[in-house]
């Protein structure tokens, strides 16, 4: 991994009585994409905004390369900010809103001119210089505000819900451009967001917060496909989360059967929780699986179908391609490798 360039170190953070941050330790690295996902609430912005220096921590430590800076103001540190609501100078146009702060650090002026082009370039708008921000679209304006951020060679840029304001399409345009001029410049990214689509289609890293702590840190295909705990399976996705027990290593028992998983390390006899994806889940016929049960509801969702299938303990979720009809008896098929053991957690 390349070097850490923040290290967050057992950060609280408390409005009046209330705690927002308990105790967030976090490293980010030099030219990372990294994501703070959770439910709003859950202290991810107020994370963002006090390595930003906006907030100042109630307790613990914000490094930067190695140097302590809670108390640094927002100027005086090598990182900026993109926000949701853009705050472009409605009376600049496009170049003298990117070239904003090189004018204010009195950079000559053939130099904030060349800087601005190449950025207009890396963000897809080329030729746009003299138009007037007000009259772009949510897409362009962000553009802007992104090359604006961008232009003063941060070592870490912000961003802040910041594609929450466009429509789905703009959005994922978005997302795959954000990525591409992320890797472009080279620097870190720290993105803040309740979308998890996002989180896991343009992070290296993924942080999910919830209740002002971090619930787990990890690349997406981890994030996803090995959840820690209840409330991340549930966050990230869409699961059925059934209660069981590990008999031995690789031998797992809920909904009155033992199936074989790839699991280990638990107590024999541990209770724990079972995460199966919607889309691990095949449907047979009756008498070629264990767990039985009755179709009740299907949905058509564009690329698969949602079928809900009643067993006596519980109803289960699947996506799949295939057609159920309402009213099916049908068995209910799934791998050792799709059984997904996590330790049970309490206040979850």
């Known amino acids: 991994m390349s070097n850490k360039l923040i290290e967050l170190k057992n950060l609280t953070k408390n409005f009046d009585d209330q705690q927002v941050l308990r105790g967030i330790n976090l490293d980010i690295h030099e030219n990372e994409f990294l994501t703070l996902l959770g439910p709003s609430g859950c202290g991810k912005t107020t994370t963002l905004r006090i390595i930003a220096g906006f907030e100042e921590p109630s307790g613990g430590e914000v490094l930067f390369n190695g140097i302590e800076i809670s108390k640094l103001p927002p100027y005086k540190r090598e990182i900026n900010t993109v926000f949701q609501k853009y705050a ?16 204010l650090k009195k950079v000559d002026k053939s130099v904030i001119e060349q800087k601005v082009k190449r950025m207009l370039k890396m963000v897809g708008l080329e030729g746009f210089e003299k138009r007037d921000v007000t009259l772009l679209s949510g897409g362009q304006q962000q553009r ?79 994030i996803y496909n090995e959840p820690e705990n209840r409330f991340v399976a549930g966050f990230i996705g869409e699961s059925n989360i059934i209660e069981g027990t590990m008999i031995k290593d690789f031998l797992v028992e809920f909904d009155g059967f033992r199936f074989e998983c790839v699991d280990k390390g638990f107590e024999d006899n541990e209770a724990i929780e079972v995460v199966l994806r919607p889309e691990d889940l095949d449907i047979v016929e009756p008498d070629q699986a264990k767990i039985r049960g009755t179709v009740r509801n299907i949905t ?49």
């Open 88 to 103: 472009l100078f409605p009376h600049l146009n496009v170049m003298d809103n990117i070239g904003f702060g090189l004018n």
């Open 144 to 222: 802007v505000a992104i090359a604006r951020a961008l232009v003063n060679e941060p070592k870490v840029l912000l961003l802040d819900e910041p594609l929450g304001a466009l429509d789905a399409k703009i959005r994922k345009q978005m997302q795959i451009e954000l990525k591409k001029i992320q890797r472009e410049v080279g620097i870190t990214f720290i993105y803040v967001t309740h979308d998890q689509e996002e989180a896991l289609s343009m992070s290296d890293t993924v942080v999910v917060m919830n209740n002002g702590e971090i619930q787990q840190i990890g690349s997406p295909t981890d």
């Open 300 to 348: 058509f969702k564009g690329v698969h179908y949602e079928i809900l299938i009643e067993t006596e303990l519980r109803t289960y979720m699947v996506h799949t391609t295939d057609y159920a009809a309402v009213g099916r008896e049908v068995g209910l098929k799934f791998g050792p490798e799709d059984i997904h053991v996590m330790c049970r957690m309490g206040g979850y």
